[in-house]
């Protein structure tokens, strides 16, 4: 199965990640995660996705195009993969489209863990990763509104689109998103 995961900063996108690579036996892309660690390392990825990530933008779409076509060439992709992160922007959505495309593959289905803003924010502030400062995230939850938001009805209308209440405990989420995937394919 091949799967993206949406939702603002907090959202609980890392956690549901987790449960369903392992539960899907799938390996899951957190771009979020990769930038990081690239940034640590400084590799070439890092250094160009760093002056970004401090202040809470989005690394430029080519950067990242390139990037997941690279990470979607490995082999460990073969059976299915869950991406955490990406897409981020309708240009990135459709990119991906493309690519799997290439590949003779498709995107099975776009999770959304719908959230309000105020649990978002307060979730964030509740971790202590360098980007979770009170500026940066209000940043954060301003760009998914006006970039990611409009990737739901990309999806919606390629009825690709399983909305989850993501205000519930994790294992319970986990559930529904369970239910929803086998219900549906
Ligand atoms: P995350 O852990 O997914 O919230 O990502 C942390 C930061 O990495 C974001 O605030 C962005 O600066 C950057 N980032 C992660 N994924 C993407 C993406 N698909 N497009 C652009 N920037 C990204």
Request: glycine share 8%; proline share 5%; hydrophobic share 40%.
């Amino acid at each position: 199965m091949r799967l993206v995961i949406l939702g603002g900063p907090g959202a609980g996108k890392g956690t549901q990640t987790e449960y369903l690579c392992s539960y899907l036996s799938i390996p899951c892309i957190s771009t979020g995660e990769i930038l990081r660690e690239a940034i640590a390392a400084q590799t070439s990825l890092g250094v160009l996705a760093e002056p970004y990530v401090k202040i809470g933008e989005l690394v430029r779409d080519e950067t990242m195009i390139e990037f997941i076509r690279l990470r979607l060439m490995v082999p460990d992709v073969t059976n299915g993969w869950l991406l955490d992160g990406y897409p981020r922007t309708a240009f990135q959505a459709e990119e991906l489209d493309f690519l799997v495309e290439e590949f003779g593959q498709k995107v099975d289905w776009a999770i959304y863990l719908d959230v309000a803003d105020s649990v978002l924010m307060s979730r964030s502030l509740g971790r202590s990763r360098a980007d979770d400062r009170p500026e940066i995230v209000k940043r954060r939850i301003q760009l998914f509104r006006d970039r990611t938001i409009p990737i739901l009805e990309y999806y919606e209308h390629r009825q690709k689109l399983l909305t989850v209440n993501g205000d519930q405990p994790p294992e319970q989420i986990h559930q529904e998103i369970v239910k929803k995937l086998m219900g549906n394919s």
